[in-house]
């Protein structure tokens, strides 16, 4: 199994890879019952909140299961979503 870590670009580098470690693990929590044992991680990155909110609409409705990140210390904005996928949905996606 894949999984996925869609992450913001336009946060500073360091910060991006701080909010992707927080999305695997909020994926790792709320979804229990879909094991990811450490397999394929692929980190895409997309360009601001409001992709990666279109993002989490795209998947919804192509019944895929996500989990986001929000960060407190940037008034709740989502920085980074995770999922487990096939891939094909990302397939015009580039990596982060």
Same mark, same amino acid.
């Given at each position: ?19 992707? &470690? ?22 895409? &990155? ?21 989990? &986001? ?28």
């Amino acid at each position: 199994m894949r999984l996925y870590v869609l992450v913001r670009k336009d946060l500073p580098r360091n910060q991006q890879a701080v909010q992707a &470690g927080h999305a695997v693990a909020e994926y790792l929590l709320h979804v229990p019952a879909l094991r990811w044992n450490n397999d394929t991680l692929i980190y895409l &990155g997309v360009k601001n909140e409001t992709e990666l909110v279109s993002w989490g609409e795209k998947l919804t409705n192509n019944s895929i299961k996500w989990v &986001g990140f929000r960060e407190p210390d940037i008034g709740n904005q989502l920085t980074a979503i995770s999922t487990i996928a096939d891939g094909k949905i990302f397939e015009s996606e580039k990596l982060l």
